[in-house]
Nanobody, 120 residues
Framework: QVQLVESGGGLVQPGGSLRLSCVAS????????MGWYRQAPGKQRELVAHNTRLGATNYADSVKGRFTISRDNAKNTVYLQMNSLKPEDTAVYYC??????????????WGQGTQVTVSS
């Protein structure tokens, strides 16, 4: 089993910053890609940022220049630094990981989500 646990969400004023963290644990042999998705009320879940094990990244156009994804492979952790937050960034943010387990199976795992609310 593999578990992903997010933290760092909360309420922030427009223009503020938050840093999300996601730690993966369990029967992990290796983690390939890790990423962040978000889902706002009434909308589909969308990719925010994605990071491969070798460090290649990509971002949604709406967050480019404001958000930064990073990883600590030794800690099986991915971060999302969010700056210049806007009300439209309000959503539940989910961590996602592409994992090879110690039993040589492969799977995509999700965290439980953390709420980010941008409001004055």
């Amino acid at each position: 089993q593999v578990q992903l646990v997010e933290s760092g969400g909360g309420l922030v004023q427009p223009g503020g910053s938050l840093r999300l963290s996601c730690v993966a644990s369990g029967s992990i042999f290796s983690i390939n890609a890790m990423g962040w998705y978000r889902q706002a009320p009434g909308k589909q879940r969308e990719l925010v940022a994605h990071n491969t094990r070798l460090g290649a990244t990509n971002y949604a156009d709406s967050v480019k220049g404001r958000f930064t994804i990073s990883r600590d492979n030794a800690k099986n952790t991915v971060y999302l630094q969010m700056n210049s937050l806007k009300p439209e960034d309000t959503a539940v943010y989910y961590c996602n990981a592409n994992v090879v387990t110690t039993t040589s199976s492969w799977g995509v795992y999700w965290g439980q989500g953390t709420q980010v609310t941008v409001s004055s």
